[in-house]
Every structure is written in structure tokens, then in C-alpha cells.
């Protein structure tokens, strides 16, 4: 059988390891699959051994893309498996990741969707309809969806979307001031209910004369 004569780190920040057999280099591995594995100098590996290795490797290596992804920001389940086959791995592989980040907590399409509403409440708020959208599009199931965006008030989240918007626009042409706060609610995804009630508040705050559209 072939025997280790040399474990050699790579240089950079991707922790991985030359493996030479028999005094050529033969393959690579992850610095964490080589300390976990125990591999040493004069250990003689079967081809068997080498391709579980391997086998053992890339799944390491999707498990290390799969922390990456998740370092930014929290993922859905659907949107991580989509950027892992983006990156070549294979759908077994990819399985087997996801099943051992949803086990840890790390994968959670229900916190997942509580994040993602929570943040575009705070940051820049929408109806329920685009915030739905948003989630189906992220893969997440009908159910949850549901669950999630029912908590949002809608005229709560139009006026707190306008409220800036309303600050640059003209205070003293309520035409001019109505449409371009009704088209940017309109792509916020607020009905025309919505909309006609938060314009007609906002412009009577400006101490305009009153208007009664709802």
C-alpha cells in the first residue's frame, strides 16, 4: 500500500494540506479533515481509504462553504442548497450539510422568515403581500409565510415607510406631493386603502389644509 512521506500545509488562508505518497504529491485536504482523521508520515493508506478521504473532504469543504454563506447574514434553507450547487457540490453532500446545520440550529426557515420581516419592518418597511413575495421567492413554505407576516400592521408600516419619503417632497402642491408618495408606497406593495389613508395624514401633519380621502 502507498505511504504518507509528506504532509505539507498549503500557503494562504485556506487551511489545507498536500498529502505525498510514496515521496509524490498526490492529493490535498482539508487541514481539519487531516488533523481529525489523524493522518501522519510512514501511515500506509489504502486506495479505499483515499477515495473515503475525499468523500470526507468535500463534504468538509461544503460544510466550510455553507459557514461562509451564513457568516453574512442568516439563510433559508432553499437559498443556501441553491448557492452550494452554484458551487459545485453535490446534491448528497449538500444534504447531508444542511440536515447537520438544521440539527445545530444554524438552518431555521421559521427563524429565518422572522428575521427577514423583522429586518425589512425596521429598515425599510412593506406590506404584507411584498414581504410574502420576498419569502416565497427565499423558498420558504406558504405556512410559515403566513404565520410570520400576519403580525405586521399595515398602516403602521405605510406610515413609517412614507414618513421620510414625505419630508423631501413639496408641501405646497398636494397633487405633486400624493403621487410620488402614492407611486413609492405602490412599490412598497401597500394597497390604494393604505396609501390614500397615509398620504392624507401625512400632508395634514404638514399643517396643510385637511384632507379626507379614507
Known amino acids: 500500500m502507498p505511504i504518507i512521506t509528506a504532509i505539507r500545509k498549503t500557503r ?8 505525498s505518497l510514496d515521496g509524490k504529491e498526490f492529493f490535498s485536504l482539508s487541514l481539519k479533515v ?6 501522519k508520515v510512514d501511515q500506509d493508506l489504502s486506495s479505499s481509504q ?3 478521504l475525499k468523500l470526507i473532504d468535500n463534504c468538509q469543504s461544503c460544510y466550510e462553504a455553507a459557514m461562509g454563506y451564513l457568516s453574512y447574514r442568516p439563510r433559508s434553507q432553499s437559498e443556501l442548497a441553491q448557492k ?5 457540490f453535490c446534491s448528497q453532500d449538500i444534504d447531508s450539510i444542511l440536515a447537520k446545520l438544521k440539527e ?9 422568515a422572522q428575521f427577514w420581516n423583522d429586518n425589512r419592518q425596521s429598515f425599510r418597511p412593506r406590506s404584507r403581500s411584498l414581504t410574502s413575495l420576498e419569502l416565497k421567492r427565499k423558498g420558504i413554505s406558504s405556512e410559515i409565510i403566513e404565520t410570520v407576516v ?14 421620510t419619503k414625505a419630508k423631501n417632497l413639496p408641501k405646497d402642491n398636494y397633487h405633486i406631493f400624493r403621487q410620488r408618495l402614492s407611486q413609492f408606497l405602490l412599490r412598497r406593495g401597500f394597497s390604494y386603502e393604505v396609501i390614500s389613508r397615509t398620504v392624507s395624514l401625512l400632508w395634514n401633519e404638514y399643517g396643510n389644509d385637511p384632507i379626507d380621502e379614507f
Open 84 to 88: 452550494l450547487v452554484r458551487r459545485g
Open 104 to 112: 445545530q440550529g444554524l438552518v431555521n426557515d421559521q427563524a429565518f
Open 12 to 19: 494562504g488562508g485556506n487551511q489545507r494540506c498536500k498529502i
Open 50 to 52: 483515499i477515495e473515503t
Open 34 to 39: 487531516c488533523e481529525r482523521e489523524g493522518l
Open 150 to 163: 400576519s403580525t405586521v400592521d399595515e398602516v403602521d408600516s405605510a406610515y413609517r415607510a412614507a414618513e
